[in-house]
């Protein structure tokens, strides 16, 4: 089996990270950096080690992180419709 599938249906889902830094030589400017990868909410374990990569081993000091997960595998959703729709 796909080792993504597999991660996918252990609760594992699409996290997004908006990260914004300093640039080393100006302070006074931020930059953004969009970050993506499967992760588990709510512990966050890939970013956090991203997170602590990033304060090691790179100039750009963080300012602010912002963090949005979804779940790819999840019970179908579905609504009933009231009426009819008919296309001539």
Known sequence: MDKD???QISG???TTAEIHYRMPDQPSL???FIW???DLAPDFPTLKR???FWEREIDGPLHSVRVAHQKL???AEWRAV???ISLH
Request: no cysteine.
């Open 5 to 7: 599938f597999l991660r």
């Open 12 to 14: 594992y889902g699409l």
């Open 30 to 32: 931020l930059q953004l």
């Open 36 to 38: 993506q990868h499967h």
């Open 50 to 52: 991203f997170l602590s």
């Open 73 to 75: 595998i999840r019970p």
């Open 82 to 84: 009231d009426g009819i």
